[in-house]
Structures are given as C-alpha cells and as structure tokens.
C-alpha cells in the first residue's frame, strides 16, 4: 500500500501596502484551521493557472483588483497534512485596486514583515514568513 496522498494546489499571496506591511486574513469560524492567520488566497480551479486563481480570489475574499502582471513569484510551501499534501505558491503584490475588505467574514491585519510571527499561521504558512522578512 502506497502512502501517498491527495495533491492540493492552492495560491497565495502578500499583499503589500505602501508602508511594507503584509495583510493577514483570519480563518473564520467554522473552516479547518479556523483562528489561525494566513496569506490571503485559495484553491486553483481546474482549467486555471495559479496566477488566475490568485486575481478570483483576491476579488472573492478582499474585494480588490489586481493582473496577473502585478503578481510577482517569490517563493513556495510544500506540506504533508493528515490528508492530503499542500502546494502553494506564494506571490507578493504591490498593485492593486481598492481597499481590502473582509467580504468572507474574516478578520483582516496589515502586519510589519518582522512582526508576522506573532501571529498563529497553518503550518505550511509559516515557513513564508523568512522569505517576507528578506524582501522587505
């Protein structure tokens, strides 16, 4: 029997204001994790690409417009869970359009890179944050 477990692709990304600060999102009540701060961003759907995914989600979650050319590639998270092994791209983005709002009920938080773990993060979250830490 093999070992081997479902593959989920999800994006995310850190978004950046105009001071360097990073926005966290809150998991809400209610889903897996719920409590723990994270990258804003989702599942790819079948048929998108993850930069794709990442502009619907930041539209769905925030509220906010943004292209693809706006998202720039730093690094990724790799992570077995009990059920299945997470892949996620993490994206940094200094261009958007409009002030995020939290459109799913999620408690929302622009943090100074230095400062990002202070605050509980999903495993495969954390190991972003010295990537952050470098580039800002």
């Not at 477990?5 to 360097?20: E, G, H, M, Q």
């Not at 409590?35 to 804003?40: Q, S």
């Not at 599942?43 to 930069?51: A, H, Q």
């Amino acid at each position: 029997m093999s070992d081997t477990k479902k593959l989920v692709l999800v994006v995310a990304c850190a978004l950046v204001d105009s001071d360097n600060r990073v926005l966290l999102a809150q998991r809400p009540e209610g889903k897996s994790l719920a409590g723990l701060w994270e990258f804003p961003g989702g599942k790819v759907e079948l048929g998108e690409t993850p930069e794709l995914a990442l502009v619907r989600e930041l539209k769905e979650e925030l509220g906010i417009d943004t292209k693809v050319s706006c998202l720039a590639p730093l690094t990724f998270a790799s992570h077995t869970y009990d059920s299945f092994h997470l892949l996620m791209p993490l994206y940094v983005c200094r261009r958007y359009w409009g002030t995020p709002q939290p459109l799913e009920a999620q408690a929302l938080k622009w943090v100074r890179p230095t400062k990002l773990r202070d605050y509980p993060m999903p495993p495969a979250d954390e190991p972003l944050i010295s990537h952050l830490i470098d580039l800002l």
